[in-house]
């Protein structure tokens, strides 16, 4: 069983940075792929951001990419996900999620992700 808590969420104005954690504990963490995912009012969740178990190999959405920036500690049992010059259209809830079949092959589809944050809230306001 993995558990994962997601941390870092707020209300900030365009153009800000925020930092968002997810710390996570019960199986090895460092095995596996990490993902972000977020979910916007009305609409269905959607990838943002993965990395292997290494942090070798990192994949991003075409529209977070050059702005965040995912990493990991593995002695930390964290993942991370940097945004910076943040929109109004990032506004969403963002979830971390693990991928305990993969441990370099980095996956967009949020169907091979089996476990799951509760998720924290992130507001740009224009």
């Known amino acids: 069983q993995v558990q994962l808590v997601e941390s870092g969420g707020g209300l900030v104005q365009a153009g800000a940075s925020l930092r968002l954690s997810c710390a996570a504990s019960?199986?090895?963490?460092?095995?596996?792929?990490m993902g972000w995912f977020r979910q916007a009012p009305g609409k269905e969740r959607e990838f943002v951001a993965a990395i292997s178990w290494s942090g070798g190999n990192t994949y991003y959405a075409d529209s977070v990419k050059g702005r965040f920036t995912i990493a990991r500690d593995n002695a930390k049992n964290t993942v991370y996900l940097q945004m910076n010059s943040l929109k109004p259209e990032d506004t969403a809830v963002y979830y971390c999620?693990?991928?305990?079949?993969?441990?370099?092959?980095?996956?967009?589809?949020?169907?091979?992700?089996?476990?799951w944050g509760q998720g924290t809230q992130v507001t740009v306001f224009s």
């Open positions: 999620a693990v991928d305990t079949d993969r441990a370099s092959v980095v996956s967009w589809n949020r169907g091979n992700y089996d476990y």
């Open positions: 019960g199986r090895t963490f460092s095995r596996y792929v």
